[in-house]
């Protein structure tokens, strides 16, 4: 059964204006703003720096080592959680406790496409 959390009426804005339908978001909005106080403009701030960072993880996790997978993951992991973007980290978490997951690897870039989109979406 899904969290409340997850699940919303609206794709949420920063600051928690709708524009969109309803579905599942790759964001807890409600938490980034917390995180944020409220700040719109730092809201933005931190999902595009977090875009970034996953981006770049994205295209680098796959042909790295073991060792650089697990400190990609980890870093990535602390980033997610702290701008709730939970199944962000929750993968990132899965890679870091076993460096060699496919599966997990393939996700992982799936998710940061779908926050990538998410925040595309918002800012708009």
């Keep these: ?10 794709l949420d804005k920063p600051g928690g204006e ?12 409600h938490h980034l703003a917390h995180q944020t106080m409220g700040d719109r403009a730092l809201e933005q701030e931190v999902l595009t720096l977090f875009v970034s960072q996953a981006l770049s993880v994205r295209d680098r996790i796959l042909q790295a080592s073991r060792d650089e997978r697990f400190k990609l993951a980890h870093a990535l992991k ?21 460096p060699g997951n ?22 708009r």
């Design 1 to 10: 059964m899904a969290t409340l959390d997850k699940i919303a009426p609206v």
């Design 18 to 29: 709708s524009c969109g339908a309803a579905r599942v978001r790759p964001i807890d909005m």
């Design 78 to 98: 602390g980033s997610a959680r702290s701008i709730g973007a939970g199944a962000v980290a929750e993968c990132a978490s899965s890679i870091e406790a076993d």
């Design 102 to 123: 496919k599966a997990a690897l393939n996700r992982l870039g799936a998710l940061i496409d779908e926050v990538r989109d998410f925040v595309a979406a918002i800012n």
